[in-house]
C-alpha cells in the first residue's frame, strides 16, 4: 500500500534546512498534528516540554482541541544557538452530536462500573505516554478504514439528553466484521476489552504518536508485536458504548488527542 506524507491543514510536514527548523505561515491548528525534520542534533520544547528528534532529524508534536491562541516552541541549534518562537494557534467552531438510545448504565455506570473504567483510564494513559524511538509516524498514515464518517474530532457531544465529554476520535460507519489496518508502522502496545471502549487496540508510532482502534468485533494482533503500515490488525465490531457498528479511531501525541481527519484523509 502506498504511502501518504501531507502538507494540508492542520497536519504538515516541515522542511529541512541545512541548521533550522522552519515553519510555513499556516496549518497549525486546534487539534492539529506536526511532523516535521530539523537539522542532526537540534533540541525542541514546545510549551517547555522537550520533543523528541530522531538522529535523523524526525519529530513530531500536536495540540489539544482546546488549546489556546499560542504556543512557545524552544529551539535550540546543533551550534547551541538559541532561538524562541510563538506559534500562533488557529481557533476552529466544534459541531454538536446528539446521541440517544444508549442504555442508560452506559451515560451513567453504577460504583463497580466507575471502579472499571478509573482502572481502565489510568491504565490506557500509561499506554499513551510511551515515549519510543520508533519514526513511523514520519512516514505518513493512511485511512484504517473506508465508510461514512458518522462521528467527527471535536465535536461536543449530548448522551441520552446528558452533555458529556467531546468526542475524540474519528468514527468510520462501516459493518461488523470490516477489515481494519494499522494506520501507520509501529508497536501493539495495547490490545484488550474495555468498557467503553469495547475491544480495543493501540499502536505507538514512535515519539509520543500512538492511534487508537475501539469497538473490534475481532483483535488479530498481539501487545509487543511489531506492525507495518496497512496491516491488518482487527475486524470492526459493536462492542462497548455503541448504537451500531463502526470504528472509533483516534490519533494521539501522548496524552493530547488530535485530529485524525486531515492525516488520514487530506483534502
Known amino acids: 500500500m502506498a504511502r501518504r506524507t501531507f502538507l ?13 527548523v ?18 542532526a542534533g537540534a533540541r525542541l520544547a514546545l510549551e517547555g516540554r522537550p520533543v523528541r528528534v530522531s538522529p535523523e532529524g524526525a519529530f513530531a508534536f500536536g ?3 482546546d488549546h489556546g491562541a499560542s504556543a512557545a516552541l524552544a529551539i535550540t541549534h546543533p551550534d547551541n544557538r538559541r532561538e524562541d518562537r510563538r506559534l500562533t494557534i488557529a481557533r476552529r467552531q466544534w459541531q454538536e452530536q446528539r446521541i440517544n ?15 472499571r473504567i478509573l482502572r481502565e483510564r489510568e491504565r490506557l494513559s500509561t499506554v499513551r505516554a510511551t ?14 478504514a ?9 465535536s461536543r457531544r449530548i448522551l441520552n439528553g446528558q452533555p458529556r465529554q467531546p468526542h475524540y476520535g474519528l468514527d468510520f460507519a462501516v459493518p461488523t466484521g470490516t477489515p481494519l489496518l494499522a494506520a501507520a ?4 502496545t495495547l490490545a484488550d476489552s474495555f468498557h467503553f471502549f469495547g475491544e480495543l487496540v493501540v499502536i505507538d508510532h514512535g515519539h509520543g ?15 509487543g508485536q511489531m506492525v507495518a503500515q496497512g496491516e491488518r490488525i482487527a475486524r470492526s465490531g459493536a462492542t462497548g458504548r455503541v448504537t451500531g457498528p463502526h470504528l472509533h479511531f483516534s490519533l494521539s501525541w501522548y496524552q493530547t488527542f488530535l485530529d485524525p481527519q486531515p492525516v488520514v484523509m487530506p483534502a
Open 8 to 20: 494540508a491543514a492542520p497536519c504538515l510536514l516541515l522542511a529541512r534546512p541545512a541548521a533550522a
Open 22 to 39: 522552519t515553519f510555513p505561515d499556516r496549518g497549525l491548528a486546534q487539534g492539529g498534528f506536526v511532523v516535521g525534520r530539523a537539522a
Open 63 to 65: 495540540f489539544g482541541r
Open 101 to 115: 438510545g444508549l442504555p442508560p448504565a452506559q451515560v451513567t455506570p453504577d460504583e463497580d462500573t466507575l471502579q
Open 131 to 144: 515515549d519510543s524511538a520508533l519514526t513511523g509516524f514520519a512516514q505518513g498514515f493512511v485511512a484504517p
Open 146 to 154: 473506508t465508510g461514512r464518517i458518522s462521528g467527527v474530532y471535536g
Open 185 to 188: 508502522a509501529g508497536r501493539v
Open 209 to 223: 504518536v500512538n492511534t487508537l482502534y475501539a469497538h473490534l468485533s475481532a483483535i488479530e494482533v498481539r501487545e
